[in-house]
Each structure stands twice: as C-alpha cells, then as structure tokens.
C-alpha cells in the first residue's frame, strides 16, 4: 500500500531534510538536476529583459548616466536613512 502525505508541503519538508544530509558533491549534482528540469524564467519576452536592453542602450547612447559602484553603495544608504 502506497503511503498518503497529509499534505503537499510534508513532502517538500521530508524532501528537503534528506537533500540536506546529503554529501556536499551530491546536493550540488541535485541542485543543478533540479535547475536544469525547470524552464528558463527569462526570456527575450520578458518584460526586464527589455527593460535591461533599453537601459543598456542608454548607457551606450550616453556613457555620462552611468555611475560606479561606490556611488551606487551611496545612493543606497542615504534611501536607507
């Protein structure tokens, strides 16, 4: 007789526990297994990919809107104030 989950999420959480007993090399070849069975979640369709595009067109258009690393790393901690 097959066993019955109560519930969907009891499956992950048992799924889950054993994955992470496993051997380093083995939940890494699981994670990539797992990621290759999924489909790609960006595509040339997506809205932020087109919305990347543009921006980089921008950039390439007007050099002078970019900013470094260190000025962004400013930006965001004064929004956090």
């Known amino acids: ?6 519930s969907l999420m009891a499956t992950i959480i048992e799924v889950e526990k054993l994955a992470l007993d496993l051997p380093e090399r083995d939940r890494a ?20 990919i087109a919305e990347a595009l543009r921006r980089d067109a921008e950039l390439d258009a007007d050099p ?6 260190a000025e962004l790393d400013t930006y965001i901690r004064n929004r956090r104030k």
């Open 29 to 48: 070849t699981l994670i990539a297994n797992l990621l290759d069975s999924l489909p790609p979640i960006l595509s040339d369709d997506d809205e932020g």
């Open 64 to 69: 002078g809107l970019a900013i470094s690393a």
């Open 1 to 6: 007789m097959a066993r019955e989950y109560p």
